[in-house]
């Protein structure tokens, strides 16, 4: 079963940067589009950011110019770079794959942005 596996959350003050890493096992990486999500209290989960196995990238428009997601697929590992950031980016991030049908998500690494 593919394993997700979040990091570099943390809290942050306004106009700080952080980068989260998604490193991902048991699949073929390198084949697969990422995705990172975010979901704010009392807030659906919305998407943030993807990236296609041949590295063509897509952002929401609340990110976009602010966020930059890349992959590095020998590490098996997909990254969010996270600049300029705003309170209103506070949340758990997740790292989300589509595979034969299914999807799979990482447990989830917070992000809280605050003076």
């Known amino acids: 079963q593919v394993q997700l596996v979040e990091s570099g959350g943390g809290l942050v003050q306004p106009g700080g940067s952080l980068r989260l890493s998604c490193t991902a096992s048991?699949?073929?990486?390198?084949?697969?589009?990422m995705n990172w999500y975010r979901q704010a209290p009392g807030k659906q989960r919305e998407l943030v950011a993807v990236?296609?196995?041949?590295?063509?990238?897509n952002y929401a428009d609340s990110v976009k110019g602010r966020f930059t997601i890349s992959r590095n697929n020998a590490k098996k590992t997909v990254y969010l770079q996270m600049n300029s950031l705003k309170p209103e980016d506070t949340a758990v991030y997740y790292c989300?794959?589509?595979?034969?049908?299914?999807?799979?998500w990482g447990q989830g690494t917070q992000v809280s942005v605050s003076s």
């Open positions: 989300n794959t589509m595979v034969e049908g299914t999807d799979y």
């Open positions: 048991r699949i073929i990486f390198s084949i697969y589009g």
């Open positions: 990236i296609s196995s041949n590295g063509a990238t």
